[in-house]
């Protein structure tokens, strides 16, 4: 089995005590064995002078099948977005998909994400893109209403099957998701979450992100918040990863946090689309909920970026409560690293611990964007500071994704925009 070395880092640990200091890190196969001040040899020596070594981030929501669309759908309402979205797909091919598949992860590597959360259909193609690059992939096999669906057959059980199929993989952890509460009513959701219970994954789903479709639901039900509706048929439970849930009440809050439910959030997203509010993170917070961070699909925030989704979501909600207080760069780094391996029920990743699998970023603190950088305001500089410009090294499994700035990772140079419909 061979070992490496990290040498010399500025080591964002994301342990239990958020320690940053100087020290090196030891990797054996796919597992961190030690992280620390000692000295020692390995097959292999990282010099990280001058570098921050910190868990990989964690995408905790996107269409990565979806890159393709950058730049088509911008400047829209989120009605006139899906109608457009949901016709889209259904021309889809899938050399298509599994191409935009690729050219998503290669993005996200890039940008020092290690893992990611996605909701699509043909889960099975995007999959054959996670293998083949060697990013870890929780994938949530998208469900909805099947008089509403482009998919072939039931969607629940096209899930299942996938499920079933994709179980007990390395980088693959298949699970199930449902689209919204929109193009799926109660017997899709609880049959969802029967999937769920039986095969012991997440559930992943949109929920609550607009006025529109809060309201439109309020009226169509009598009176009943969709968050209110999940939570009275007994859908709400600890493997749900709520997308979102911008528009939720101090009520809704608690309901997610009884039933021990999470949320991604995915500022810039929301933003871009002009949402008509702001998910109440410090309410969430506040409550015990676990709130992690996402990018949404390139679609529809053009970038799959997670410190710029970072950057943006501590100021936005600083700015929106007038309390530059009301956020921290630690609160935000969390969301990413450790809150979002939370959500998705492993305790392997998402900090630099012995006995971590080896997900790890170095950052170069000689950037121009990083100086000066040292323990003191490591955090702060990631968050605020930092852009993908800095990532000079990604590691998914003791396995260089990226190294000295270059991605060592397929790419499809010469492909046309058609090869990705």
């Not at 994301?14 to 000295?39: C, M, P, T, W």
């Not at 889960?123 to 990013?135: H, L, N, S």
């Not at 193009?183 to 095969?199: K, P």
């Amino acid at each position: 089995m061979k070992s490496k070395l990290i040498l010399n880092a500025t080591i964002v640990s994301q342990d239990s005590k958020r320690s940053v200091f100087n020290g090196n890190i030891l990797i054996e196969g796919s597992r961190i064995v030690y992280a620390g001040h000692d000295e020692m040899g390995a097959d292999e020596i990282i010099d990280a002078t001058g570098k921050i070594a910190m868990p990989g981030m964690i995408n905790a929501h996107c269409h990565v099948a979806m890159t393709h669309l950058r730049g088509q759908i911008d400047d829209v309402p989120l009605s006139s977005f899906l109608e457009k979205t949901f016709r889209l797909d259904a021309e889809r091919t899938e050399k298509g998909i599994y191409n935009s598949a690729i050219l998503g992860i290669r993005e996200m590597v890039h940008s020092g994400i290690t893992s990611f959360l996605d909701l699509y259909y043909s889960e099975d193609i995007i999959a054959r893109a996670v293998e083949k690059t060697g990013i870890r992939g929780f994938l949530a096999w998208n469900t909805l209403d099947e008089d509403k669906t482009t998919q072939r057959g039931n969607p629940v059980k096209n899930a299942e099957h996938f499920i079933s199929e994709f179980k007990d993989r390395d980088l693959v952890t298949p699970a199930i998701g449902v689209q919204g509460i929109y193009v799926a009513g109660d017997e899709t959701y609880l049959a969802a979450r029967d999937v769920a219970d039986r095969a012991g994954t997440i559930i992943h789903g949109h929920l609550a992100e607009t006025r529109e479709e809060v309201y439109n639901y309020v009226r169509a039900s009598g009176g009943e918040r969709p968050i209110e509706h999940l939570s009275k048929i007994g859908f709400l439970n600890q493997r749900f990863i709520a997308a979102h849930s911008v528009w939720a009440t101090l009520h809704e809050v608690r309901l997610l946090s009884q039933a021990s439910s999470s949320v991604s959030w995915n500022p810039v997203s929301n933003a871009k689309l002009g949402v008509g509010g702001i998910a109440p993170i410090p309410e969430y917070i506040n409550n015990g909920v676990t709130v992690s961070i996402g990018s949404d699909s390139t679609a529809s925030n053009n970038s799959q970026d997670i410190i710029s989704s970072m950057k943006f979501g501590s100021i936005w909600v600083k700015n929106d409560r007038w309390n530059p207080a009301a956020t921290s760069a630690q609160m935000l780094l969390d969301m990413a690293t450790v809150n979002a391996a939370a959500a998705l029920k492993r305790n392997d990743i998402g900090s630099i611990t012995q006995g971590m699998l080896a997900d790890i970023v170095l950052i170069d603190t000689a950037n121009p964007r990083m100086v000066p950088t040292t323990p003191s305001n490591a955090i702060s500089n990631i968050v605020y500071s930092a852009d993908t410009s800095c990532i000079s090294d990604v590691m998914v499994n003791g396995k260089f994704l990226k190294r000295d700035g270059a991605l060592m990772i397929p790419s499809h140079e010469h492909l046309q925009y058609s090869d990705y419909n």
